[in-house]
């Protein structure tokens, strides 16, 4: 490989320089982001760059049925209503063998169900 010439280098590090000014713009031009938040209590609405988001509180129904008694209740109830409730899967329409067996795959593979 040839040597660079000292004006191939003078090319280069002007370009480079030229470049990064560029990148850095002009002097003041850098607004540095907000301040995250000091630790405290949730702010009940926060406005950055025109956006507002708001805090809300949401009461969701309470829904403590179990699986009824029978083979391996507890364990059904043990591993099955991390995701969703019992009441929610015992009034489900009922499904073919395929279409279990899918859902299942489902249940382990994509959500991670445990058993
Ligand atoms: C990791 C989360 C998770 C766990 C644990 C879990 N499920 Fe599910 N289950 C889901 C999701 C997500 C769906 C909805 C799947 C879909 O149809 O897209 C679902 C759907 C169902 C349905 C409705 C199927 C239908 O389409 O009608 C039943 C019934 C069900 N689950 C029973 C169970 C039982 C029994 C267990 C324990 C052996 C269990 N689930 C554990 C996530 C979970």
Do not use: R
Not at 11 to 25: A, D, H, N, Q
Not at 27 to 53: C, H, K, R, W
């Amino acid at each position: 490989m040839k040597a660079p010439t000292p004006g191939m280098l003078a090319v280069g590090l002007l370009g480079v320089t030229v470049f990064t000014l560029m990148m850095v713009g002009p002097p003041g031009s850098y607004t540095p982001p907000p301040e995250p938040q000091s630790v405290g209590p949730a702010p009940s609405s926060i406005a950055v760059n025109g956006f507002t988001l708001t805090s809300d509180t949401v009461d969701l129904p309470v829904d403590d049925q179990l699986y009824p008694d029978g083979p391996h209740a507890d364990v059904i109830n043990a591993n099955c209503t991390s995701c969703h409730s019992a009441s929610m899967a015992m009034t489900q329409p009922v499904l073919s063998a395929d279409q279990w067996k899918a859902t299942v795959t489902k249940m382990k593979d994509v959500y991670k169900a445990p058993v």
